[in-house]
């Protein structure tokens, strides 16, 4: 496999204080199967659909502060992390984790930009990243989910060098990046004062594809998760926002269901 342009989303985990019931939701939710956990490596587990790695979890590292927010981590391709650490610190974001290797499977950083988004840079050893996408059960898009949309729009471009466009709609400041192709890679939309109410912090939205969203929506209220919003009909495809069990945020979208006219940009 060719190594993703820098920039572009490549991995995504999520750490869990209890991973065997996180395990039990994503695997009915999102028809995930999980392999054995490594535990040189903190006991992070890779989950897998259709044999495929699409996303692992983990448990908190020991002597960690505190009861851990759960939430996703998306991480962007790097052929240097190092490199790339640097621009991030000279953009105004935060290096929360230096630079550090893997084993053999790759190099690490983890950063917060201007605005307060956390994000991680994944350059690819033995393990290139999502071995599935778009597909049911892999991720399928993310958005930066901000209260400073400047702040975040410069900071993510100057640090990849993104292409940047705005939908055209009076009524919401949604923009998407793009790596000099005609499809984005990432989206960024504003949060809200009615919609995000001023404890939830800025994130990253990960999407996972599903055949079926409201069936999956069904799924995770039924395992105690917390339907956000939708299921809602788009031009990209059916989809909802859910926060699981443990109060990891997350969305589904069926991009086989679409309804009304692709946007247009300024």
């Keep these: 496999m060719a190594a993703r342009p820098e920039g572009t989303p490549v991995w995504t985990d999520a750490m869990f204080t209890d991973v065997e019931g996180a395990k039990t939701f994503y695997g009915d939710v999102l028809g995930w199967t999980f392999g054995e956990s490594s535990s040189e490596f903190g006991d992070y587990t890779q989950a897998y659909r259709n044999g495929k790695a699409v996303a692992a979890v983990v448990p908190p590292m020991p002597g960690q502060d505190g009861e851990p927010r759960s939430a996703w981590c998306l991480y962007f391709a790097s052929p240097d992390v190092a490199a790339t650490a640097e621009r991030i610190r000279a953009a105004g974001g935060t290096v929360l984790m230096?630079?550090?290797r893997v084993g053999d499977f790759g190099s690490m950083c983890l950063a917060r930009d201007p605005s307060g988004v956390t994000?991680?840079?994944w350059q690819g050893g033995e393990h290139e990243g999502f071995e599935l996408e778009n597909e049911p059960g892999a991720y399928a898009w993310a958005e930066v989910l901000t209260r400073e949309p400047a702040k975040a729009d410069a900071f993510f471009t100057e640090v990849f060098g993104y292409g940047s466009r705005k939908i055209k709609d009076e009524h919401m400041d949604y923009r998407v990046f793009d790596l000099g192709g005609p499809q984005p890679v990432l989206g960024r939309m504003v949060m809200s004062a009615e919609d995000f109410p001023a404890e939830i912090p800025p994130y990253i939205q990960v999407y996972f594809a599903v055949d079926n969203c409201d069936l999956a929506?069904?799924?995770?209220v039924a395992l105690k998760?917390?339907?956000?919003?939708g299921p809602m009909d788009s031009p990209f495809g059916r989809f909802a926002a859910i926060v699981d069990p443990q109060g990891a945020p997350f969305a589904v979208i069926d991009e086989k269901t679409t309804v009304g006219a692709m946007p247009e940009f300024e």
């Design 98 to 100: 230096e630079p550090m």
């Design 119 to 121: 994000f991680g840079v």
């Design 217 to 220: 929506v069904e799924r995770a």
């Design 225 to 229: 998760g917390r339907k956000v919003f």
